[in-house]
């Protein structure tokens, strides 16, 4: 007999599909404001009142009382079981329907309990900023910054007091609710069995995912003590990389959220809420990732990064624009907005007001825009090798765009500005710019070629996409035997790519389950955890596996294995252009030996092909 379907996986589908995809193609669907009507299928009526909200992902007739999710939607039209509609769903998104075994049924168990666990730790911390003798200085805090006792209360503030067993003592002697501030990382255990609060003398931000649920928490030291913001550990139901600071709350606070603005701090946050800009979010200490850009295309068509002008903040939008470009599918947005030097959201806001703040956000920098004015200082364009250069610094950002018709218009821009025509661009987009190109583009250094490849986002996103693949589908390494090339990139992403192929070899039946166990506990594992929740969210390059597959689940599996492979060629070939460049160095330094001559002609002889 089957086992239970996960109620996180159940989530997690939910989150992925639409409601109007869902149900449109069943009953003819119009446009209706923000939500889209039809005659009820579920009973006789001549005048619409079946109505589809794609804000809440819920559909509600107000003739019959029907309603539901996209779930129960497929139950009640197909007549269909639970188990059969999620799996239903689940094709249509290129998800597989995870079974539970009763020790996973148990861990579900444990992990509900960790969510309660944590929400008696949010109401504790809550209590300490009202009745603890010790809070007047964060009250002090919070004023000083222009919060409000609603707004702090809004975003669930609190405080943990010095000390080092005051939660600790809010639990006790219940051992099984110790044990889960343990796992949840707010308590800490050390030599001698010695227990104590992770978080003190410290404001505390609760950090909340997309149902609501605190799943971990962000403090603010008031004293000297280093860091200055500190957040829980990962734990079972906590992956920095999946969550954002604020995205609840500000899907709370906008019945339409059209577009997020993404800054850097938790206060950045709160303090725009407190003067009515209710749609910032904020990175947990992290680059923003491709799971987040995915996240928040799912409830906006805008993101605007926020970064301060200074170099750092430079650095972050750089890594900001890599990121989201392969994305960029036509109808989203994206802008920057880098703020005057010295400058944060919480500054600028509170000394130029909400509505100026607005209007910078309003005229940010769109990403086109943003991309020419990079390169700008890198090419002349008043002479043709300045317009080469050009072409080549905008066709490497251009590479990494989605088919569509954003891509097509940014080529055409760049026909503009350098007289090449689209065929002639179309043509040079197809092969790859030299990895020093993003190493000049991202520093004020001359550029020293090396034969070593460093580590730069083009590497880590391939070693990713190849990682998350092998996750979703383990038995794609028998088609990689050699492994010789991989093993000699210097890239620690890539080696943990190389060591799961290694491990597949030996032990071919090994599950994700397996491969995550495997690394439980090491470093190598939380990133294993958080690239498996990704899925297909990072199976993209270009175009969509599952639109290529037309829906077809072998049409669906094949595409994967050649993403998988292409994936693992592309790596191989970096090994291919650091050794090419290895041996131009030796070529300019002294004269190449026959052996060495014969190696770089076939080496260019592959890279033309």
């Known amino acids: 007999m089957p086992g239970r379907i996960p109620q996180e996986f159940i989530d997690q589908l939910l989150e992925r599909v639409d409601i109007v995809e869902v149900i449109d193609p069943r009953v003819n669907l119009r446009k209706s404001g923000r939500?889209?009507?039809?005659?009820?299928?579920?009973?006789?009526?001549?005048?619409?009142?079946?109505?589809?909200?794609?804000?809440k992902q819920f559909y509600h007739c107000f003739g019959c009382g029907a309603g539901g999710n996209a779930i129960g939607f497929l139950m009640e039209y197909e007549r269909l079981d639970f188990p059969v509609a999620v799996e239903q769903l689940a094709a249509k998104c290129g998800m597989q329907v995870p079974r539970e075994t009763p020790e996973q049924h148990a861990r579900t168990e444990k992990k509900h309990n960790l969510y309660d666990t944590l929400q008696l730790a949010d109401r504790f911390y809550r209590r300490q900023l009202r009745d603890h003798k010790q809070a007047e200085k964060a009250v002090g805090y919070l004023k000083e910054r222009g919060l409000s006792g609603d707004i702090a209360a809004q975003f669930g503030v609190g405080y943990a007091p010095p000390g080092w067993e005051n939660l600790l003592s809010e639990?006790?002697?219940?051992?099984?609710?110790?044990?889960?501030?343990?796992?949840?990382g707010m308590l800490v255990s050390r030599d001698e069995n010695r227990i104590y609060d992770f978080f003190r003398d410290r404001i505390m931000f609760p950090i909340r995912d997309s149902r609501g649920r605190t799943i971990a928490f962000g403090g603010r030291v008031l004293g000297d003590d280093k860091p200055k913001y500190l957040n829980s550990p990962e734990s079972p139901i906590f992956h920095k990389g999946r969550e954002l600071y604020g995205l609840f709350e500000a899907r709370q606070a906008n019945k339409h959220l059209a577009r997020v603005l993404v800054?850097?701090?938790?206060?950045?946050?709160?303090?725009?809420?407190?003067q009515g800009i209710s749609y910032a979010v904020a990175t947990l200490g992290t680059a923003t990732s491709s799971v987040h850009i995915q996240q928040l295309f799912r409830h906006c068509s805008e993101i605007v990064f926020?970064?301060?002008?200074?170099?750092?903040?430079?650095?972050?939008?750089?890594?900001?624009?890599?990121?989201?470009?392969?994305?960029?599918?036509?109808?989203?947005?994206?802008?920057?907005?880098?703020?005057?030097?010295?400058?944060?959201p919480d500054t600028l806001v509170r000394s130029a007001g909400a509505d100026q703040f607005e209007q910078r956000v309003s005229t940010a920098t769109p990403l086109s825009e943003y991309i020419f004015d990079a390169v700008a200082e890198h090419a002349d364009t008043n002479t043709a090798d300045g317009k080469a250069r050009l072409s080549q610094l905008v066709l490497q950002f251009v590479q990494k765009l989605p088919d569509g018709a954003f891509r097509a218009l940014m080529l055409a821009e760049l026909g503009q500005r350098t007289g090449?025509?689209?065929?002639?661009?179309?043509?040079?987009?197809?092969?790859?710019?030299?990895?020093?190109?993003?190493?000049?583009?991202?520093?004020?250094?001359?550029?020293?070629?090396?034969?070593r490849r460093s580590h730069t986002p083009e590497t880590f996103s391939l070693a990713e996409s190849a990682i998350s693949l092998l996750l979703y589908r383990p038995q794609l390494a028998s088609q990689v035997q050699d492994l010789s090339v991989l093993q000699q990139l210097d890239d620690a992403d890539i080696k943990l790519l190389t060591e799961l192929l290694q491990l597949?070899?030996?032990?071919?039946?090994?599950?994700?389950?397996?491969?995550?166990?495997?690394?439980?506990?090491?470093?190598?594992?939380?990133?294993?955890?958080?690239?498996?929740?990704?899925?297909?969210?990072?199976?993209?390059?270009?175009?969509?596996?599952?639109?290529?597959?037309?829906?077809?689940?072998?049409?669906?599996?094949?595409?994967?294995?050649?993403?998988?492979?292409?994936?693992?060629?592309?790596?191989?070939g970096l090994h291919n252009q650091a050794r090419i460049r290895q041996l131009l160095i030796v070529a300019r330094e002294a004269q190449l030996d026959e052996q060495q001559r014969v190696e770089l002609a076939q080496l260019l002889s592959v890279r033309k092909m």
């Open 171 to 184: 639990v006790k002697p219940d051992n099984e609710k110790v044990e889960l501030l343990l796992q949840g």
């Open 263 to 274: 800054v850097e701090g938790y206060m950045d946050v709160i303090a725009l809420a407190q």
């Open 504 to 572: 597949l070899h030996k032990r071919p039946e090994s599950t994700t389950g397996v491969l995550l166990g495997y690394w439980y506990g090491k470093p190598e594992g939380e990133k294993l955890s958080g690239l498996c929740g990704c899925g297909i969210e990072l199976l993209r390059e270009g175009v969509d596996i599952l639109d290529r597959a037309g829906g077809d689940k072998m049409e669906f599996d094949a595409g994967i294995e050649r993403q998988f492979l292409d994936t693992v060629e592309k790596l191989k």
């Open 35 to 55: 939500n889209f009507m039809a005659c009820c299928p579920f009973h006789d009526e001549k005048t619409p009142s079946f109505s589809v909200q794609p804000e």
């Open 420 to 451: 090449l025509t689209a065929d002639t661009l179309t043509r040079l987009a197809q092969y790859e710019i030299e990895p020093e190109v993003e190493q000049e583009l991202t520093s004020s250094e001359p550029v020293q070629r090396s034969a």
């Open 306 to 344: 926020c970064f301060d002008g200074d170099a750092a903040g430079l650095k972050a939008a750089r890594r900001a624009l890599d990121t989201v470009l392969p994305s960029m599918e036509d109808g989203r947005q994206v802008r920057f907005l880098l703020l005057p030097t010295g400058e944060d």
